[in-house]
């Protein structure tokens, strides 16, 4: 009951008016191209949502409310993009970022790990898009108290 209402007051009741049921019976081609654009545009809105949520509770402080709006935008970029795409890179840094907030190092340390498979298998990914990589392990490292690693990856982000 308490995840629920963690998860309803981070995220879910900013977004239920965007969950608007499909409808179920189109009968033209034109009808269920603006349907589908019309779904495509609610997703992007939701993620959109969901992200900007996310950083806001960070930026507050408020790690573990950032928790929920963060896993949404995970789902929805996923939906969205699919499960190898770099698109998801960005979230799973604020996932790890979240998750080193709360003091759970072992599931940030997942989400870093993802994020940078990700980057891995993409060769056509961005400077700015590797830089943040390394910022965020490099930040990680220092929670950690790795210090030489957390220079590593600081250095590399410049």
Do not use: M
Request: charged fraction near 20%.
């Amino acid at each position: 009951a308490s995840h629920q209402r963690a998860d309803w007051s981070s995220i879910h009741e900013r977004i239920c008016p965007l969950l608007i049921p499909p409808q179920l019976c189109l009968h033209s081609e034109k009808d269920r191209k603006h349907s589908t654009e019309q779904l495509l545009s609610r997703q992007r809105s939701i993620v959109e949502l969901a992200l900007s949520t996310a950083r806001g509770f960070l930026w507050a402080g408020k790690a573990l409310e950032a928790l929920p709006a963060a896993l949404q935008a995970l789902r929805g970029r996923a939906r969205l993009f699919g499960w190898s795409s770099v698109q998801l890179v960005p979230v799973y840094l604020l996932l790890a970022e979240a998750s080193t907030g709360t003091g759970n190092f072992r599931q940030a340390s997942k989400y870093l790990s993802e994020a940078e498979w990700l980057v891995l298998q993409s060769p056509e990914c961005g400077a700015a898009l590797r830089s943040s990589l390394h910022r965020g392990l490099g930040l990680f490292c220092a929670a950690q108290g790795k210090l030489d690693q957390a220079l590593y990856h600081l250095a590399n982000d410049v």
